[in-house]
């Protein structure tokens, strides 16, 4: 992974997305296995976690075109 990234908190939001929405979806599961009706708060959680997890990858989609258009600096300029 990129450096850039790699400290982006938008990197981290989407981490932090995924890592909900496997928690959430084991809930689910159980839930399902257990035979009791899907809950209104596992279903809305869900749908916020993925809209989480959406803006945290544009935003570093947003990040990596920005990283692209800034000017490098020159190795001579280091002189």
């Not at 890592?19 to 689910?28: D, K, R, S, Y």
């Not at 708060?41 to 570093?60: D, H, I, P």
Request: with cysteine.
């Amino acid at each position: 992974m990129k450096s850039y990234l790699r400290r982006s908190i938008f990197t981290k939001a989407v981490a932090l997305g995924f890592i909900v929405m496997i928690l959430l979806g084991n809930a689910w599961l159980v839930l399902f296995l257990t035979g009791q009706g899907g809950a209104v708060w596992l279903s809305n959680s869900l749908a916020a976690c993925m809209v989480w997890t959406l803006l945290g990858g544009f935003g570093m989609g947003l990040r990596m075109i920005q990283h692209q258009f800034q000017k490098e600096p020159d190795d001579d300029a280091a002189v």
